[in-house]
C-alpha cells in the first residue's frame, strides 16, 4: 500500500530537548516536504526536498532542519525545541510536476513542547 | 502580498444538496490548483487537480472550476451526503519552476442528515 509514515504520532516534550520527527515513503518519490498547521494560519511549508542530497528552506524553516540520505526518508529535526513550535506536523512526498503533482500526506505528528 | 482566501466560517448544509465552497487568490499565476479533504486529526487527501487552461474538472460527485481572470476556483459536492463533513483546502502552484503548493486555510462543511 501506497503510504507516508511519519512518527511518532503524539509526542509532549520540554523546550531544549532535542527531537526527530521521522517520514518515509514507499512510493519512490523523488520530492518530500514537511509542513506545520496551525489554526487560522493553515498548512505553511518548513523545508523540502527534491532529491538525495538536495534540500530547501520553505516559508517557515527556523527552529528546524532536515536531511535527506535515502530517497525514502526525509526526518525533520527539532534541535533545540520551543512552546512555539507546538503544532502539527505533516510529511508529504510526490512525483512532482511532471505527473498529476498530488501531495501524498502523513496522519501527522502533534507536537506539544513545554 | 499573495493570499490565499477560504470562507473560514463553516458551511452547513442539508444532505442532498449541493455544496459550493471557494477559494479566491491574488498575486499569484498558479499553473494548477488542487483540492484536498482533510478529516480531524488526519492528514490531507487528494481529490482533484485543474490546470490554467481547464475551465472545469468532474470526478464522480465533485467538480471544480477554475477562473484565471477572477483568480477563483469553486469546489462543488452534488448529492452531498453526512460523510463529506470534513475540512476542504485549496492548494496551488506558485509556479517557480518546481513543486511548491501554497495552501489556503481551508472550509469546514457540515452535511446534516
Known amino acids: 500500500e501506497a503510504q507516508v509514515t511519519q512518527n511518532p504520532r503524539y509526542l509532549i516534550t520540554v523546550t531544549g530537548k532535542k527531537l526527530t520527527v521521522t517520514c518515509s515513503q514507499n512510493?519512490?518519490?523523488?520530492?518530500m516536504s514537511w509542513y506545520r498547521q496551525d489554526p487560522g494560519l493553515g498548512l505553511r511549508q518548513i523545508y523540502y526536498?527534491?532529491?538525495?542530497?538536495?534540500?530547501d528552506k520553505g516559508d517557515v524553516p527556523e527552529g528546524y532542519k532536515v536531511s535527506r540520505k535515502e530517497k525514502r526518508n526525509f526526518p525533520l529535526i527539532l534541535e533545540s525545541p520551543s512552546p512555539n513550535q507546538t503544532s502539527l506536523y505533516f510529511c508529504?512526498?510526490?512525483?512532482?510536476?511532471?505527473?498529476?503533482?498530488?501531495?501524498?500526506f502523513g496522519e501527522g505528528s502533534r507536537l506539544t513542547v513545554l | 502580498s499573495q493570499k490565499i482566501e477560504q470562507n473560514s466560517e463553516a458551511l452547513n448544509i442539508q444532505e442532498g444538496k449541493t455544496a459550493t465552497l471557494t477559494c479566491n487568490y491574488t498575486?499569484?499565476?498558479?499553473?494548477?490548483l488542487q483540492w484536498y479533504r482533510q478529516d480531524p486529526g488526519r492528514g490531507p487527501v487528494f481529490l482533484l487537480l485543474?490546470?490554467?487552461?481547464?475551465k472545469e474538472k468532474r470526478k464522480e460527485r465533485l467538480k471544480v472550476t477554475f477562473d484565471t481572470t477572477l483568480k477563483q476556483s469553486l469546489f462543488h459536492i452534488t448529492a452531498s451526503q453526512p460523510a463529506d463533513s470534513a475540512t476542504y483546502l485549496c492548494?496551488?502552484?506558485?509556479?517557480?519552476?518546481?513543486?511548491?503548493?501554497?495552501f489556503g486555510t481551508g472550509t469546514r462543511l457540515l452535511v446534516s442528515p
Open positions: 508529504a512526498s510526490t512525483l512532482g510536476r511532471a505527473n498529476t503533482g498530488e501531495l501524498f
Open positions: 512510493m519512490n518519490h523523488e520530492y
Open positions: 526536498s527534491m532529491n538525495v542530497e538536495v534540500t
Open positions: 498575486n499569484y499565476s498558479p499553473a494548477y
Open positions: 485543474i490546470r490554467e487552461n481547464e
Open positions: 492548494a496551488l502552484d506558485e509556479n517557480t519552476g518546481f513543486q511548491k503548493l501554497v
